[in-house]
């Protein structure tokens, strides 16, 4: 009992030491908030993200969509997670900092890219999942 108000302190104090955002905004003071290379979102290199299966009013050029199926397999199941991997490995990339040797340029500039997310599929039913992925192709 004797340690309680000390354990209270840092409560109390960031209580009343709040950042108020009414007066001065975060971008006022700080700047624009840029994710670095392993914080933000988890997208295909920092792109920004969509769920364009659901909204067909989406435009892009290039499309980044992922399909977790590991249907095929047996006793080791994985390639579920292949999606997340390529985007996980994706994220030391981005679209400001792109570049290709054999275009000589950011191909980023090129084209309207993003990241769709994943296929929704089901784990139930094999007839389904193929149904769907063939739909979406």
């Known amino acids: 009992m004797r340690y309680l108000p000390l354990t209270l302190l840092p409560v109390i104090y960031a209580q009343q030491h709040a950042f108020d955002t009414k007066h001065e905004p975060w971008t006022a003071k700080y700047g624009t908030q840029a994710d670095l290379s392993y914080t933000g979102p988890l997208s295909y290199s920092h792109l920004p993200y969509t769920r364009c299966l659901d909204d067909p009013s989406t435009t892009f050029d290039i499309a980044v969509l992922g399909m977790p199926f590991d249907t095929t397999t047996s006793y080791r199941p994985g390639a579920r997670f ?13 679209a400001e900092a792109g570049y290709a040797l054999e275009w000589m340029t950011n191909p980023y500039t090129r084209a309207e890219v993003i990241d769709c997310g994943d296929v929704p599929i089901t784990c139930s039913s094999h007839v389904t999942r193929l149904i ?4 979406y192709a």
Do not use: L, T
């Open 132 to 135: 769907r992925r063939d739909s």
């Open 82 to 94: 292949g999606p997340y991997a390529i985007r996980s490995g994706s994220r030391r990339q981005s």
